[in-house]
């Protein structure tokens, strides 16, 4: 598919087709992409936890997301996305080479998961990144190293619905130029 019909084709799904199953294979190509993302001096901290099998879906759906996001994500696969924290931008001796810190890590992850989205598209796939959900359940019940910041969980699944494009931004009413 043509990039930039991509980008903007790609919606966030909040039905999915039960009659269909994503794959460990098409996640792990999934996230393949997901890995050229660029990353503070190439620290490369996004951790991804696929949740696949029904048992540990439903496990997740019901224990870690609020009523309205176990609704959105019935019939998906889901992934829960991390980073390492105290890495991307900090120097070696752990101090932050900026004001930012760790929003750097949260900056990665970011673009990480933008390639992650379009990619899941381009096999046919939909999408929902959920950031309304239990962080402390998600560490417990998937075994997430206090190390990493849990960030969202995505489902991914075949969409049951086609979303219409919501209305954009004009470039002239977000943009100075100098």
């Known amino acids: 598919m043509e990039f930039q019909k991509l980008i903007e084709s790609r919606r966030s799904i909040r039905k999915y087709d039960g009659s269909k199953k994503v794959t460990k294979e098409q996640i792990e190509t999934v996230i393949a992409a997901a890995t050229e993302a660029p990353s503070w001096k190439n620290s490369e901290t996004a951790r991804y936890y696929c949740v696949l099998s029904d048992e ?71 999408s929902l990144v959920m950031g309304i959900r ?30 219409a494009r919501p209305k954009r931004k004009a470039v002239e009413n977000i943009t100075k130029f100098f």
């Not at 176990?70 to 996305?81: G, Y």
């Not at 924290?85 to 998961?113: I, K, M, S």
């Not at 239990?134 to 086609?162: C, F, H, N, Q």
């Open 56 to 126: 540990m879906t439903k496990k997740v759906r019901e224990e870690c997301l609020p009523e309205f996001n176990r609704e959105r994500s019935e019939n998906a696969a889901l992934v829960v996305t991390t980073f390492v924290h105290t890495r991307a931008g900090f120097d070696r001796e752990g101090n932050p080479d900026n004001e930012v810190g760790n929003g750097w890590g949260f900056y990665d992850l970011g673009l990480h998961n933008e390639i992650f989205l379009l990619k899941a598209a381009e096999l046919g796939l939909g």
């Open 134 to 163: 239990d962080g402390a359940k998600l560490r417990e019940v998937l075994d997430i190293p206090e190390s990493e910041t849990v960030v969202s969980v995505i489902a991914v699944g075949y969409p049951a619905e086609a979303p």
